[in-house]
């Protein structure tokens, strides 16, 4: 049996199993702000969805659905994925790799990569063509040494949507599948850090786990 306890602004999930548990941080800081449900006037994420596994080898396997709109030409996204974090005075690092970029018909999109302060910048961009209105991502990736051993359980600790967004992601979500142990307890909170609002939905079965915010998701600089 697994207990967990989420918190939206960030997102907090406590795995407790017996033998091998394991706690699950995920950062999901945002402004509390309602999400337009209809199709939007200026720059946004419409919607960023995130399925993420957790592997025996205590890696993360990690696909993202983005669906941005832009209501002027562009050439493409960039999206700030973190390798490092600082936890308790302490610099975690978790390298990813095995980055793969679709569109949404499977096929391959070309991206380059920028390593820099602890953040995997890919740049999603096409200098040839510009676009404007919808266009779906879809981003895969491995993280590494994303399990963290404390002495009763073990730590996950995960930004979902990331760094970097200079426009509002406007509903996000986040499947988890742990295969080696089944959910149990779900508390979920919802807002800016410290809220006790629950404004999210919550869908658990077994080993799998859905949680989205209905919230507007706005990140500034010091994010």
């Known amino acids: 049996m697994v207990h967990f306890v989420l918190e939206l ?3 907090i999930l406590v795995f407790m199993k017996q033998l091998i548990g394991f706690l699950v941080v995920v950062l999901f800081f945002f402004q509390a702000q309602v999400a337009v449900a209809q199709q939007p006037t ?4 419409i919607r960023l969805d995130s399925d993420m596994v957790i592997n025996q080898d205590t890696s993360l396997t ?3 659905k983005i669906v941005y709109f832009t209501p002027i030409e562009k050439h493409g996204i960039y999206r700030y994925i973190p390798e490092k974090y600082r936890r308790d005075g302490v610099i ?3 390298p990813i790799s095995e980055v793969s970029v679709t569109d949404e018909e499977g096929k391959q999109m070309a991206f380059s990569t920028i390593r820099e302060k602890g953040v995997l910048t890919l740049k999603i961009v096409d200098p040839e063509q510009t676009f404007s209105g919808k266009r779906i991502y879809n981003i895969s ?3 590494a040494r994303a399990i963290l051993r404390q002495r009763d359980f073990d730590e996950l600790h995960w930004d979902i949507t990331g760094e970097g967004w200079q426009f509002p992601v406007l509903t996000s979500s986040v499947t988890i599948r ?5 959910s149990g307890e779900v508390i979920c909170f919802v807002g800016p850090v ?4 629950s404004d999210c939905t919550v869908n658990q079965k077994d080993n799998l786990l859905k949680i989205e915010t209905r919230e507007e998701i706005n990140y500034g600089d010091n994010f």
Request: proline share 4%; net charge neutral.
């Open 62 to 64: 990690i696909t993202e």
């Open 42 to 45: 200026k720059e946004a994420i």
């Open 92 to 94: 975690h690092s978790n």
């Open 141 to 143: 990736y491995k993280v």
């Open 194 to 197: 410290g809220s006790v609002s």
């Open 178 to 182: 742990s295969p080696f142990a089944a």
């Open 9 to 11: 602004g960030g997102l």
